[in-house]
């Protein structure tokens, strides 16, 4: 499976709009600064397939992957801008990551 729609809105509203990547094999110091803040369209409920034409430029990330016995929850999902999202050793994979 994958975060639902409604856990994608959770997990945006819990990281405040910004990507909660603070990983040191970034390019940036600390916690990154990307930040999205998206207009809600009810109709988008009816599109939650399209998460790309809700948040463009960030994607949603299991802390513990499926693969490792992570659920699709809130509390196992992080808020990555795209680029932090491809430098998690997990990208692609089925493999365990931290934040």
Known sequence: MAFSYDTKLIIHDNAGGQCECTRQN???AGR???TYQPTIN???KL???AEQYIFPGFE???ISS???GGADTATNGAFLCT???QQTNSYGTNL???R
């Open 32 to 34: 990154c600064t990307k």
């Open 96 to 98: 365990t990551s931290g």
């Open 66 to 68: 499926q693969a490792a």
């Open 42 to 44: 009810p109709l988008y």
């Open 47 to 49: 599109m939650q397939y």
């Open 26 to 28: 970034c390019s940036h």
């Open 60 to 62: 949603f990330h299991h």
């Open 83 to 85: 680029f932090c999202h």
